[in-house]
């Protein structure tokens, strides 16, 4: 139930394209959700998050879209540049009693064709 | 200034050995974590720290062992090393356990360890 599921696991992408990464998850009591960003030989990065009572948050090219509904949320990328080939991952925050740990998706490699 | 720094960024060592990594923090949090990178990308949670209080301690063998002698630095021993212990381990901090909207986490760059 403290699962984040990610997808895809890579996604290629022509320069100025849009990226699109989605994550799902099972348990309602998540309270916060993060993205991160991390290039190679570096630590993850916070990139956007968003609350759960929000539906969209917009940060220059980057969006997230949350669906409380459906218990998903998306990372897109607009105008996608090769500089933001990364790996990206989605996270989740349990608010209960497990000392809000945060969980992370599986990660998506993420390559910009110039 | 480096935020969350790790000591050493490589660590080569023998299977059996005992090795220890260092974390430090210079952003006045009051939680800190170490995370483990596998080959795959997967990142998960080990240890967390508040307050130098032990709040989270995964399924992690008791080889490991971490210490936190104040708020601002946590350290990994790991005892007895095997080749599966290989992966990146990354220190993290942030104001409240897990981050929140406004405090997320804050990684450093990770020690890649290999056992050989």
């Known amino acids: 139930q403290q699962q984040v599921k990610q997808s895809p696991q890579s996604l290629i992408v022509q320069k100025g394209g849009i990226s699109i990464i989605n994550c799902a998850y099972e348990n309602t009591a998540f309270d916060y959700f993060p993205w991160y960003q991390q290039f190679p030989g570096k630590g993850p990065a916070l990139l956007i998050a968003?609350?759960?009572?929000?539906s969209e948050k917009k940060e220059g090219r980057f969006t997230i879209s949350f669906n409380k509904s459906a218990k998903q949320f998306s990372l897109h990328i607009m105008d996608s540049q090769p500089g933001d080939s990364a790996t990206y991952f989605c996270?989740?925050?349990?608010?209960?009693?497990?000392?809000?740990?945060?969980?992370f998706g599986q990660g998506t490699i993420l390559t910009v064709h110039p | 200034d480096t935020a969350v720094s790790q000591t050493p960024k490589y660590l080569v060592t023998q299977m059996g050995n005992d090795k220890s990594i260092k974390c430090e923090q210079n952003l006045g949090h009051d939680t800190m974590y170490w995370y483990k990178q596998d080959s795959k990308k997967f990142l998960k949670i080990m240890f967390s720290y508040n307050n130098k209080e032990l709040i989270i301690n995964e399924t992690v063998p008791n080889r490991f062992s971490p210490k936190s002698p104040d708020k601002a630095h946590l350290n990994l021993h790991i005892n007895s090393l095997e080749l599966g212990d290989s992966a990146v381990y990354f220190c993290?901090?942030?104001?409240?356990?897990?981050?929140?909207?406004?405090?997320?986490?804050?990684f450093g760059n990770g020690t890649r360890l290999t056992v050989t």
């Open positions: 993290a901090s942030s104001h409240f356990p897990g981050g929140s909207y406004n405090s997320p986490l804050h």
């Open positions: 968003i609350r759960p009572d929000v």
């Open positions: 996270a989740a925050k349990f608010g209960g009693t497990s000392y809000g740990k945060l969980t």
